[in-house]
């Protein structure tokens, strides 16, 4: 089956560690985003990919950090210097190409940092 | 304004009844708009693609009016699973594929 993994599904870590994200998927889709939902607010975008060896800031990138060497893989770390990392981050891919393709998401992290 | 607005809700409706979501964007050079379906604490699940041409799929009715800039949602008889979030989602050309989800609008289905 096509998707996208995303592990763990719970990740617990102190203040001041830098944590990584993994995100993987199989649909052949060149475009990956991560995004962060808060609790009463919508989704955010944190950085995106839309090729390999490319990736641009989005919205809220300030402490956190991206790679994209497969095309496969986009993984997030989350720094010790974003001020308030404990949330639910998604990662979504997409078809590449205009503005018509819907996004596909993973199951999400839960990072809860204390 | 945001880019995207909807109103958060609740809306409890009683099952079998029909309910309606709006969703307003503000940019008119939008191309493409989805409603998705996201239940509490998983991931946004699409729903729907919405065309000026207005789509049905089932109990659920999607429509864009590009004059006015919002989109809507129809579900009738509503059953106790559709309970969950449903996100507006609005996409743009912008050298990538700029994606803004509206903060979402709740319904509770009530036996």
């Known amino acids: 089956d096509g998707g996208i993994t995303q592990s763990p599904k719970y990740l617990f870590r102190k203040e001041g560690q830098n944590v990584t994200l993994s995100c993987e998927q199989n649909l052949n889709h060149d475009a990956m985003y991560w995004y962060r939902q808060d609790p009463g607010q919508g989704l955010r975008l944190i950085y995106y990919?839309?090729?390999?060896?490319?990736?641009q800031k989005g919205d809220i990138a300030e402490g956190y950090s991206v790679s994209r060497e497969k095309k496969e893989s986009f993984p997030l770390t989350v720094t010790s210097a974003q001020k308030n990392p404990t949330a639910f981050y998604l990662c979504?891919?997409?078809?590449?190409?205009?503005?018509?393709?819907?996004?596909?998401f993973g199951p999400g992290t839960r990072l809860t940092v204390t | 304004r945001k880019e995207v607005e909807q109103d958060p809700g609740p809306f409890n409706v009683p099952e079998g009844a029909t309910v309606a979501f709006n969703c307003t964007y503000s940019?008119?050079?939008?191309?493409?708009f989805f409603w998705y379906r996201q239940d509490c604490r998983k991931e946004p699940k699409l729903l729907m693609s919405v065309y000026s041409s207005g789509n049905e799929d089932g109990r659920f009715t999607a429509q864009l009016n590009r004059a006015s800039q919002y989109i809507s949602l129809l579900i009738r008889d509503s059953k106790l699973s559709d309970s969950a979030t449903y996100l507006c989602?609005?996409?743009?050309?912008?050298?990538?594929?700029?994606?803004?989800f509206g903060i979402g609008t709740k319904l509770q289905v009530i036996p």
């Open positions: 940019n008119s050079a939008s191309q493409s």
């Open positions: 989602v609005v996409n743009m050309k912008e050298g990538y594929q700029k994606v803004t």
């Open positions: 979504a891919s997409s078809r590449p190409g205009g503005a018509g393709y819907e996004q596909y």
């Open positions: 990919s839309q090729i390999v060896n490319d990736f």
